[in-house]
């Protein structure tokens, strides 16, 4: 029964992937190995979303880490059901000893049972597009998966860049890096613990930042964003991204489009009511675009084939059939029409 539910809304988040985003580039998926256990480590700027797109986006049922605290009757099954692990952190009440021993005892036996897991370096979420610091604690479940097995134990770099994170219809690049053997590793790891964990930590670091668009914040942060996220900019594939000689173009914002678009809005407006609805209960801009996901993953096909049956019983089921095709075509021309007045994800951040 897990794996029905875990496959029927990964199948889901698969298909309302390919309608969310404009256009979805991947970059070096066939670089991953198949001949060891895999740890996905991806930078982590849109809540929930980024780990959806790392299990969608993978042939194998890939675990994720989430609060320990939630894991409760009656949403255990569920949790388990959708691969979710448990973190016992500190500040959600647990010991440091359950932190550091449960978690990783757990991420080891998920390795071993040939299953990949996904992992935040980070370890938290935030708005800026620059990778943060990153933790030991990847590293640390790698040396010690390597340890109980003869298989080689990977960490493959996940970069994502999201052209613009809190609105569907803009352009996402999954760029997978160069994976990181830990086999290489455990000399260093057998003679100094410490050292081989900075190691592999730094070597995450510079992987990674190799994979994103903007990986830092210095004195030209705010330029870089506004040059490089600009919907102009998305025919242009990541290495054209990251040439430095590239020359932005300049995007127009028709701001007298939002009356159209508002009326647009009408036939679909359950499904823009619920998903505001939802963003209100977070005060955290990161949770915005993970929501209007979820919503158009899951909540939207329940919307649609509710009114199809209800239209269809109440009245005719041809009917029926043409008010949720013209509903559905609205709602895709009304995301195409907000594009061109949409400010920048710049501005969007200066918000915050």
Known sequence: MGKLVYWT?????????????????????????????????????????????????SHLRVSFFT?????????????????????????????????????????????????????FPEANHDYPYILRTLSKGTARIGFLAQKATDKNVYIVPVGLNYFRRHSPRFKLIIN?????????????????????????????????????????????????????????????????LCNTKFEALAATTFKWLKPLVFLLSIPNIIPFLFSKYLISLFKDPVFQGSIKFGVAALFCPLWYTFLFIIIGFGWNFNISTIIIAVSIALLFARQELKRLYTDTEYKFITKW
């Open 9 to 57: 809304l990964r199948s889901m988040c698969s298909v309302a992937a390919l309608f969310y985003f404009r256009s979805i580039e991947i970059n070096g998926k066939g670089d991953v190995p198949v001949d060891g256990l895999i740890i996905f480590a991806p930078n982590h700027q849109n809540a929930f979303l980024d780990g959806i797109l790392i299990g969608i986006f």
């Open 67 to 119: 609060r320990g605290d939630i894991f409760v009757k009656p949403y255990l099954w569920l949790l388990k059901a959708l691969s979710l692990l448990p973190v016992f952190r500190a500040k959600d009440g647990f010991s440091m000893s359950a932190q550091n021993g449960d978690t990783f005892d757990i991420a080891v036996k998920t390795l071993l049972s040939q299953k990949p897991l996904m992992i």
């Open 176 to 240: 997978y890096g160069k994976p990181i053997c830990i086999k290489d590793y455990m000399k260093q790891y057998a003679d100094h613990k410490g050292k081989a964990l900075s190691a592999v930590k730094k070597e995450m670091t510079t992987r990674l930042k190799k994979e994103m668009l903007v990986p830092d914040r210095d004195e030209k942060y705010e330029e870089q964003i506004i040059k490089v996220f600009n919907r102009k900019n998305e025919s242009l594939t990541f290495i054209e």
